[in-house]
């Protein structure tokens, strides 16, 4: 297991990826995005997986304008149900193990604790609904591979809730931001290096990859809300603008968002001896990455 292809490699995962790869000089990594392979062409994957030999595969790829997705299903559909489709195809016949990204967004029950990953899903809108496909694809009969879902995603790369906050912050006076949402935030680089982790964990030997197959949970530990998000990065900058608590019924959107998506983490730690930071120090490293800290 020493040849590793990322695809969504310019995503936030993905580039924590790219930073992260440095530490693990075993491994042979193939960072790639759609200009070098398209995952939704079959014919495609098959031949980089066979020309570059892969063993594991880390699907960083995913259609992830939620709202969007509502009126670009077909193109949605394409990369979060096709590709995992294609890439857990290549997979099971060179025997290399998939990882897949996956998302909260598939529960969107009205459970009001932790979730765990034996919940029934019941995603709501196009978005949701071809993740939950997509994962089911990763994990379809004769395939070695995981699922890992996270929630509210963010790093110092690309577009996210803490680089729009920042930057509205100083832009304005006041804000309006939802507190109704609970769930914990996820520093991208924490969700990389667990992933690397466990790809590390399965190089050694030390864990058996059927034994590890199947859905798990992870995010950074703790639980708030998006509008104590928002303070906690305008406290951390002292960044001075007055935040108004919302409903989200005061802030319709495309897409439902969950209501409440905190991610019981238990199996993912207690499966690879995982020690995950809080949100807190999530953000934090993050914000110092950015180079953002009052």
């Given at each position: 297991?020493?040849?590793?292809?990322?695809?969504?490699?310019?995503?936030q995962?993905?580039?924590e990826?790219?930073?992260?790869?440095?530490q693990?000089p075993?491994?042979q990594f193939?960072?790639?995005?759609?200009?070098?392979?398209?995952?939704t062409?079959?014919?495609?994957?098959?031949s980089?997986?066979?020309?570059?030999?892969?063993?594991?595969?880390?699907?960083?790829?995913?259609?992830?304008?939620?709202?969007?997705?509502?009126?670009?299903?077909?193109?949605?559909r394409?990369?979060?149900?096709d590709g995992?489709?294609h890439?857990?195809?290549a997979?099971?016949q060179r025997?290399?193990?998939?990882?897949?990204l996956?998302?909260?967004?598939?529960?969107?029950?009205?459970?009001?604790?932790p979730?765990?990953?034996?919940d029934?899903?019941q995603?709501?809108?196009?978005?949701?609904?071809?993740?939950?496909?997509?994962?089911?694809?990763?994990?379809?009969?004769?395939?070695?591979?995981?699922?890992?879902r996270?929630?509210w995603?963010?790093s110092?790369?690309?577009h996210?809730?803490?680089?729009?906050?920042?930057r509205?912050?100083?832009?304005r006076d006041g804000?309006r931001?939802?507190f109704?949402q609970?769930?914990?935030p996820?520093?991208?680089?924490?969700?990389a290096?667990?992933?690397?982790?466990?790809?590390?964990?399965?190089?050694?030997g030390?864990l058996?990859?059927?034994?590890?197959s199947?859905v798990y949970?992870?995010?950074?530990?703790g639980?708030?809300s998006?509008?104590d998000f928002?303070?906690?990065?305008f406290?951390?900058?002292?960044i001075?603008?007055?935040?108004?608590?919302?409903?989200t019924?005061?802030?319709?959107?495309?897409?439902?968002?969950?209501?409440?998506?905190?991610?019981?983490k238990a199996?993912?730690?207690?499966?690879?001896?995982?020690?995950i930071p809080?949100?807190?120090?999530g953000?934090?490293?993050?914000?110092?990455?950015?180079?953002?800290?009052?």
């Amino acid at each position: 297991m020493k040849n590793i292809l990322v695809t969504g490699a310019n995503g936030q995962v993905g580039q924590e990826l790219q930073q992260l790869a440095g530490q693990h000089p075993d491994f042979q990594f193939s960072f790639t995005d759609v200009a070098e392979l398209d995952i939704t062409d079959a014919d495609a994957v098959n031949s980089f997986f066979q020309q570059e030999e892969i063993d594991v595969c880390l699907n960083c790829a995913a259609y992830t304008a939620v709202d969007k997705a509502e009126s670009e299903e077909a193109l949605a559909r394409k990369i979060n149900v096709d590709g995992p489709m294609h890439l857990a195809a290549a997979c099971q016949q060179r025997g290399a193990f998939l990882l897949q990204l996956s998302t909260d967004y598939v529960y969107h029950n009205d459970c009001n604790r932790p979730l765990i990953e034996s919940d029934p899903t019941q995603p709501k809108g196009v978005y949701a609904q071809t993740k939950l496909e997509g994962d089911l694809a990763a994990l379809a009969e004769g395939t070695s591979a995981m699922v890992i879902r996270t929630s509210w995603v963010y790093s110092s790369f690309g577009h996210n809730f803490v680089k729009t906050m920042l930057r509205l912050g100083r832009e304005r006076d006041g804000l309006r931001v939802i507190f109704d949402q609970v769930g914990t935030p996820t520093y991208a680089r924490d969700l990389a290096t667990a992933m690397l982790q466990i790809v590390q964990q399965l190089a050694d030997g030390s864990l058996n990859r059927e034994d590890v197959s199947g859905v798990y949970h992870y995010s950074n530990e703790g639980v708030t809300s998006w509008y104590d998000f928002a303070h906690a990065i305008f406290d951390t900058c002292q960044i001075d603008c007055e935040l108004t608590p919302i409903e989200t019924k005061d802030y319709p959107t495309p897409a439902s968002r969950p209501a409440y998506s905190l991610l019981n983490k238990a199996k993912i730690k207690e499966s690879f001896g995982l020690s995950i930071p809080h949100w807190r120090e999530g953000l934090e490293a993050c914000l110092e990455a950015l180079g953002e800290r009052g």
